[in-house]
């Protein structure tokens, strides 16, 4: 079942218990947290207390969205430990520091090194790779290639819109290796305005259970999330 929900991300101004509020009056189902703000690696207190204040209210937490660039082996532990304590099912990473173009053969293979210790550490969990610029899995085929690289099952990739990239086949692509997804339209605009491309990208994604996460709105502007996340849940209601 595909569910709905938000990147806490979204608002580094507000609190946890805000969010929350947030959240649940928009009629998502949950939220992935950030490793920035809201839950920092180590602060297992802190993660133990915003996944009970999440669940309570009866939303989910879809996952643990770190910055972690994947160049420290030594960070895994406080990542994992942090993870677990918010009870999430997946941890979102970024694939280094440089575009698949610009990276040496060590720096490749030290890349891989940390993220097969970090699936290994959790294997209970998913390891997402951002789909992101400046990370080695800034286009299709360096997902592809660190996928079958890293060779475990446990590690999939996010998904999110690139303006000068051909979306719909990139999620064709990435479909057996797909973890959560991010939800938006460029440059902010309402996510109306991009709904019929959402909408043949969800028939892609609605094979397995994953989340559909609003990360950007309108001038971080709660109103224009809640107006996103009515979009968001229509969508979605012939999945539910």
Same mark, same amino acid.
């Given at each position: 079942?595909?569910?709905?929900?938000?990147?806490?991300?979204?608002?580094?101004?507000?609190?946890?218990? %805000?969010?929350?509020?947030?959240?649940?009056?928009?009629? =998502?189902? +949950?939220?992935?947290?950030? +490793?920035?703000?809201?839950? @920092?690696? +180590?602060?297992?207190?802190?993660?133990?207390?915003? +996944?009970?204040?999440?669940? *309570?209210?009866? &939303?989910?937490?879809?996952?643990?969205?770190?910055? !972690? #660039?994947?160049?420290?082996?030594?960070?895994?532990? @406080?990542? $994992?430990?942090?993870?677990? $304590?918010?009870?999430?099912?997946?941890? #979102?990473?970024?694939?280094?520091?440089?575009? #698949?173009?610009?990276?040496?053969?060590?720096?490749?293979?030290?890349?891989?090194?940390?993220?097969? &210790? &970090?699936?290994? $550490?959790? @294997?209970?969990?998913?390891?997402?790779? *951002? !789909?992101? /610029?400046?990370?080695?899995?800034?286009?299709?085929?360096?997902?592809? *290639?660190?996928? %079958?690289?890293?060779?475990?099952?446990?590690?999939?990739?996010?998904?999110?819109?690139?303006?000068?990239?051909? /979306?719909? /086949? /990139?999620?064709?692509? !990435?479909? @057996?290796? =797909?973890?959560?997804?991010?939800?938006?339209?460029?440059?902010?605009?309402?996510?109306? %305005?991009?709904?019929?491309?959402?909408?043949?990208?969800?028939?892609?994604?609605?094979?397995?259970?994953?989340?559909?996460?609003?990360?950007?709105?309108?001038?971080?502007?709660?109103?224009?999330?809640?107006?996103?996340?009515?979009?968001?849940?229509?969508?979605?209601?012939?999945?539910?």
């Amino acid at each position: 079942m595909l569910k709905s929900g938000v990147c806490s991300v979204t608002f580094r101004q507000l609190s946890a218990a %805000e969010i929350i509020k947030l959240t649940v009056d928009a009629g =998502l189902d +949950g939220i992935e947290w950030g +490793g920035d703000i809201h839950v @920092p690696a +180590g602060d297992i207190a802190t993660a133990e207390s915003v +996944g009970r204040m999440t669940r *309570e209210v009866g &939303l989910c937490v879809t996952g643990y969205g770190s910055y !972690f #660039r994947c160049d420290d082996a030594a960070a895994i532990a @406080p990542l $994992a430990a942090s993870a677990r $304590a918010l009870q999430a099912p997946s941890i #979102r990473v970024w694939t280094g520091r440089k575009s #698949r173009r610009d990276i040496s053969s060590g720096e490749l293979d030290s890349l891989v090194k940390v993220i097969r &210790l &970090l699936c290994d $550490a959790v @294997p209970e969990m998913s390891i997402n790779s *951002e !789909f992101h /610029n400046n990370t080695f899995t800034d286009d299709a085929e360096g997902v592809l *290639e660190l996928i %079958e690289r890293v060779d475990r099952s446990n590690f999939k990739t996010g998904f999110q819109l690139y303006q000068h990239l051909d /979306n719909l /086949n /990139n999620a064709k692509l !990435f479909k @057996p290796y =797909l973890g959560n997804v991010h939800v938006y339209n460029y440059d902010h605009a309402p996510l109306s %305005e991009c709904a019929g491309l959402w909408q043949q990208l969800i028939a892609e994604f609605a094979d397995q259970d994953r989340a559909l996460l609003l990360e950007f709105v309108q001038d971080n502007a709660p109103e224009n999330f809640l107006r996103d996340a009515a979009v968001l849940r229509q969508l979605l209601a012939e999945y539910k």
